[in-house]
């Protein structure tokens, strides 16, 4: 075992590979090549003057975009978070922390319910539905009405995904106009 953990080394070493160079790599089973749809939220935030200088890691999986890393401000994040709402894009699954001169802010109720109502903007669907958002010690309770079951599941699953939550209580009523009434045929 120790010949081949040498071995391994003495490879490593010959193919100029440095502990520098492996920290970049994604993280992961293997060094994948980023997807469009990752290549393009990266360009969205490294174009964005205000988040170009901070270290945001970006996976996409069954229309899910992860975000890690770290932002200056709560606005830095929501503005993260609406950038990397892209075609394709279902949820942002928003993982990152804000760190201002060092030091982490707490999330604070206040603050998840307005990651969460950024979140409903962003998405084009929900923008036009009626949703409450009320936090209550990382409890998070929707309410009101959206047009079709989709749409509340789809709100359910951006609020379960928002760094801060513990869980979510959909209380959302679905109010989507019956579909006319078929033409009777002659």
């Not at 994604?26 to 964005?48: F, Y």
Request: aromatic share 0%; charged share 20%; glycine share 8%.
């Amino acid at each position: 075992m120790r010949r081949m953990l040498g071995i391994s080394a003495t490879l490593a070493a010959q193919l100029g590979l440095s502990a520098g160079v492996m920290a970049q790599a994604e993280s992961g089973p293997s060094c994948r090549e980023p997807t469009p749809t990752e290549k393009q939220i990266q360009a969205n935030l490294q174009s964005d003057r205000d988040l170009a200088n901070n270290r945001i890691d970006v996976s996409v999986s069954d229309g899910v975009a992860t975000l890690k890393g770290t932002v200056d401000s709560e606005a830095e994040r929501a503005k993260a978070v609406r950038l990397a709402t892209v075609t394709g894009i279902r949820v942002v699954d928003d993982q990152l922390k804000v760190e201002s001169e060092g030091m982490k802010a707490a999330v604070t109720d206040g603050a998840v319910t307005t990651k969460i109502k950024a979140q409903f903007l962003a998405n084009t669907a929900l923008r036009q539905a009626d949703i409450s958002v009320t936090t209550n010690n990382g409890v998070v309770t929707l309410s009101g009405t959206v047009p079709s079951a989709e749409l509340r599941d789809l709100a359910a699953d951006l609020a379960r995904h928002t760094g801060g939550v513990a869980r979510v209580e959909n209380q959302l009523r679905v109010t989507g106009a019956a579909s006319p009434p078929l033409a009777p045929s002659r």
